[in-house]
Structures are given as C-alpha cells and as structure tokens.
C-alpha cells in the first residue's frame, strides 16, 4: 500500500474518477482558503449529481463513528442502509474493519483528507470482483477539531489488481512516500 502526502490540488487532478475527483474539488473550493470546511459551508444543492456517491459521518468519542447520511448508490452496493448506526458494528470481519476505522481515524486525527482505493475478492477462486474508491474529506466547525466527515465512494467490478491508498494533506504540506 502507498501512501504520500502531497498538496490537495495536485492529489484531487490525480484521481482518476471523474465523480470523486468532482467532490474533491468542491470540498476544496469549500475550505475557502481554511485547513477545512464546516458542515454548514456545504450545500447539496451544489452537487446533485454527487449525492447519491456521497456520506456524511459523525465523529463520536473513543474513536467511533456514526453514519448521519448515506447516498443511495452506497445503500445499493451495500445492501442496506446504516444510517444512524455506528460503523463498527456494521462494518464486516476484523481486518476490513481495522482497515476502514484506521482510515477514518487518520483523516480525524490529521485533519486531513485521505484517499483509499482497495480491490475486493470473492471467496471463491480468490478473483476481484470489486474495485471501491473512497475520499474521506474532514469537515470542522471550529477550524481545528473534526466533527464529521464527508465521504465520497464509488465501486465498480474490476479484473484488475491494485492496492493503493493515498493520503494527501488540506493545507498544501510537501509529498512524502511511504
């Protein structure tokens, strides 16, 4: 798994689907010159097409998670809607959900938002049958203290092989590889 650093301009060009790419850059238009936006700066409205791909999360303490709003496009490919449940106990098998928390627990702990692309495989024959891209994109009221986080996700199938995750910092800091 790869994961940089890198300005938030230069990492949102650099994703490939145009949809993610698209909150990217209003999540950035947004935070208006700040590390990040507050919730009331977004508006639906603006991005209509988006809604059904995106989700709001509420950051609770002890590190959980609490899904406030779901689109429908994530209910589909999930199969049920988690709205007001806490992600750890929906979230399937321990190492996938150690993977999706950690993710979450980065985006709040660095103010930061992240970006995640992971190739799903079926049980049976060890094929992919799923490639999910994610971008986590914190959101605070105060300017320093995340207190949710605006998730953008989209799946589709995929034979190809890829692992990667991407981090990338809201206030323009240097690129670093790890």
């Given at each position: 798994?790869?994961?940089?650093?890198?300005?938030?301009?230069?990492?949102?060009?650099?994703?490939?689907?145009?949809?993610?790419?698209?909150?990217?850059?209003?999540?950035?238009?947004?935070?208006?010159?700040?590390?990040?936006?507050?919730?009331?700066?977004?508006?639906?409205?603006?991005?209509?097409?988006?809604?059904?791909h995106v989700m709001l999360i509420?950051?609770?303490?002890?590190?959980?998670?609490?899904?406030?709003?779901?689109?429908?496009?994530?209910?589909?490919?999930?199969?049920?809607?988690?709205?007001?449940?806490?992600?750890?106990?929906?979230?399937?098998?321990?190492?996938?959900?150690?993977?999706?928390?950690?993710?979450?627990?980065?985006?709040?702990?660095?103010?930061?938002?992240?970006?995640?692309?992971?190739?799903?495989?079926?049980?049976?024959?060890?094929?992919?049958?799923?490639?999910?891209?994610?971008?986590?994109?914190?959101?605070?009221?105060?300017?320093?203290?995340?207190?949710?986080?605006?998730?953008?996700?989209?799946?589709?199938?995929?034979?190809?092989?890829?692992?990667?995750?991407?981090?990338?910092?809201?206030?323009?800091?240097?690129?670093?590889?790890?």
């Amino acid at each position: 798994m790869d994961r940089f650093d890198a300005p938030g301009e230069s990492l949102i060009a650099s994703i490939g689907d145009p949809r993610l790419r698209a909150v990217g850059e209003y999540w950035h238009r947004k935070s208006a010159g700040r590390r990040m936006p507050r919730r009331a700066d977004l508006d639906p409205v603006d991005i209509p097409k988006l809604l059904p791909h995106v989700m709001l999360i509420e950051v609770h303490a002890g590190g959980r998670y609490r899904y406030r709003l779901i689109g429908t496009e994530n209910v589909r490919e999930h199969g049920f809607d988690a709205t007001g449940r806490y992600l750890d106990e929906v979230l399937p098998g321990p190492e996938y959900k150690r993977h999706v928390l950690g993710l979450y627990d980065e985006c709040v702990r660095q103010g930061r938002s992240v970006y995640s692309e992971s190739l799903f495989y079926s049980s049976a024959g060890h094929k992919p049958q799923r490639h999910t891209k994610v971008l986590f994109m914190p959101l605070s009221d105060d300017g320093q203290t995340v207190n949710l986080v605006f998730v953008a996700q989209v799946t589709s199938s995929t034979r190809r092989r890829t692992g990667r995750s991407f981090t990338f910092r809201s206030d323009g800091a240097s690129a670093t590889s790890t």
